[in-house]
């Protein structure tokens, strides 16, 4: 019955470095989505604003990185209906970052050529002109571990499913005291059962 | 509010945490007369900070410092620095918990006994049982305001469109479903407003009709003038004295200054990571393997629930959003019939999630993408569901201790959180993915989605009831076996699980207990 009785005093006294909070957010940020938001790291920084797919291509990762990106996003959450727009406002203010931020630009620009080298290998061509999703998808699930991938995955969930312009069109109403809940707005409607 | 006492005032109870235990007991010894220091490592919130948006609130109450999880489980891959899903501020976990206000059962207090030795698990007996418990059950319900009980007389709530495709689905398999018992007003009752169906009851409820102590027993007991809530205080550690009685609590104030608050009793109710965490971290000469731990059973026998979720997608739209969270539970297995090849009950309590938590729970981890995924979120206004509650095997490796070498913000070394499944866990989650799944096929669920477990919310067993002091941490009274005037309030001091959220058997222990500690200082006792 006691034997973890001792594992309960591993108590090292010598003093280690403390974790600032930034340390601690950055280390969620790479190994699991759920703090994302946690810690506000991905806000739209665009808001509703409209940003076209070219807009999006003139950041600072270069125009056949930014269409690699788009093209991923929408292999990663495709939603068919759902028009540009929506995934390059959450790639756009990633390559705002990129053009101060050097890691982040190395990261999406390596990301991007990895792509490419692996389709390249596997179907003679590039990412972008691979053109069976399932082809694309094989690859992306390769490198779903990577830094990369899952920093543009994270982006999205929340880019997407958290964007509250876009919650109608998935059905969910967002916050709803201010117009009294839905005591009087059909929360026991129901035709069908 | 403006009550002040003097650090070196050795008078006082000195609460630890805010919660359904911590909450409870200031208000519970205030009525009494009886002064105490509630010492709250998060800030204090208000209503309007409470906003119906999921990741917001995440971020703004959620208890975020850091901790490891370890263990095979997929859990630990998929939030390997959140196990527990908890709060940190005023009112603790009863801003997040859904309102489920449901007694344990008979035979849940007497798990060795029920069911023998089981192999690999640490079972034991409560030193009570439901008789000896009910009474303060009662006073729970009436405290707290629970909905659809004789003891409120307030009715249930309305029935929500998510209530009724599950309703129908378990009437066609046989399976009995009830409305959920709910601490959540469907009147106006005890100042707090009735219930309008925002949806979102774990963000903290906006109109107040959820009980939480956050607003309900922390200002009454402030109310009496004989209760002082110190927020953003963490504790560093409990001292004691040459003969082994605590004596004060030494904290980090908001500032983060140490300072000593003397104390005649403490009282730990921190939740089940936080509360052995503190009774580790308070090792001394006296006590070498932490504070209360003669049995070595601190921080030991880590339980969350047999949890899981399912969520099936339909033709036509359920909108389960639009509904008190958790508007009913499937209670058909609740029992202990070990010919379903697993001891011990689970229920299936409908639970919705909005559709940003939905992305991330559906399918969590680094391979929670691609069409499959986007195509059920797309299917997310045509969903039901279950968050699957069954008990957990106390297993004594499945536990709290304390890292090696990595410090907190506080300099105290994070915990290390091992968790992972009892065989009996595993076959009771299958058991009822299959059963759901037979419940929403019935009523012509188009797909069905088996979710794994979530960071737990409920989690419980860390420093336990016992008869004997060598199997446990605390009497019957959660009062320590080794330190008479220590007493632990929280879910930590739960022997088994039960089947049954833990909140309103928290605050039932937590009423009495005050009793207890009222009559003991009285008595000289403590």
Known sequence: MNKNKYQNKIQNIEPTEVDSPSFSRRNFLTKG??????????????????????????????????????????????????????????LLPMGESAATDKDLATLLKEGTSELDRRTNARFGKGYLKVEQETDRVEILREMESSAFFQKIKGALMMGIYNNPELWPRFGFGGSSWEQGGYIDRGFDKNDWI | MANKFDLNDDSLVVIIGSGAGGGTLANELAQKGIRSVVLEAGKRFKMEDIENDEWKMFGKISWLDKRNSEGPARLAKDFPHLPAWIVKGVGGATMHWAGVAM???????????????????????????????????????????????????????????????????AKRIGAKCEQANLAINTESRDGRPACQVTGFCMQGCRVGAKWSTMYTEIPKAEATGNCEVRPQSMVLRIEHDKTGKVTGVLYADKDGNQQLQKARVVAVAGNSIESPRMLLNSASNLFPDGLANSSGQVGQNYMTHTTGGVYAEFEKPVHMYKSTVVPGVVKEWQDNDPSRGHYAGYELEILHLGLPFMSAFLNPGVSGWGREVSESLQNYDKMA???????????????????????D??????????????????????????????????????????????????????????????????????????????????????????????????????????????????????
Not at chain 1, 33 to 53: D, E, H, I, K, Q
Not at chain 2, 385 to 403: K, P, R
Not at chain 2, 457 to 462: E, K, Q
Request: aromatic residues 8%; hydrophobic residues 35%.
């Open chain 1, 33 to 90: 989505s759920m703090v994302l938001a946690g810690a506000g790291v991905f806000t739209l920084g665009v808001g509703g604003a409209l940003v076209s797919p070219s807009a999006w291509a003139a950041s600072a990762v270069g125009d056949h990185a930014s269409e690699t990106l788009l093209a991923m996003a929408r292999d990663i959450y495709p939603h068919d209906t759902l028009e540009d727009k929506y995934y390059t406002q959450v």
């Open chain 2, 103 to 169: 007694r344990f059962q008979e035979h849940e207090f007497k798990m060795k006994t029920t069911n023998g030795t089981i192999p690999g698990a640490n079972v034991l007996d409560w030193p009570i049982d439901l008789k000896e418990l009910a009474p303060y059950y009662t006073l729970a319900e009436e405290k707290m305001g629970v909905c659809g009980t004789e003891t409120t007389g307030m009715p249930f709530h309305a029935k929500s469109s998510h209530y009724k495709v599950v309703a129908e689905g």
């Open chain 2, 385 to 407: 569901g279950f968050w699957i509650c069954g008990e957990d095997m106390a297993v004594e490796s499945n536990n709290i201790t304390l890292h090696g070498s990595e410090k």
């Open chain 2, 409 to 526: 913000q506080y300099g105290l070394p994070i915990p290390v959180v091992h968790k992972t499944d009892h065989i009996n866990d595993t076959r009771m989650r299958n058991h009822a993915y299959k059963t759901s799944k037979e419940l929403f096929e019935s009523v012509g669920a188009l797909k069905v989605n088996n979710l794994p477990a979530y960071p737990a919310s409920h989690n419980m067993g860390t420093n336990r009831m016992s008869e004997r002091a060598r199997d446990g941490v605390v009497n019957k009274w959660g009062q320590s076996h080794d330190v008479k005037n220590l007493f632990v309030s929280d879910g930590s001091q739960f022997t088994s699980s039960g089947t049954e959220n833990p909140t309103l058997t928290i605050v039932a222990l937590t009423i009495r207990q005050a009793e207890f500690i009222a009559k003991s200082m009285k008595e000289k006792l403590i």
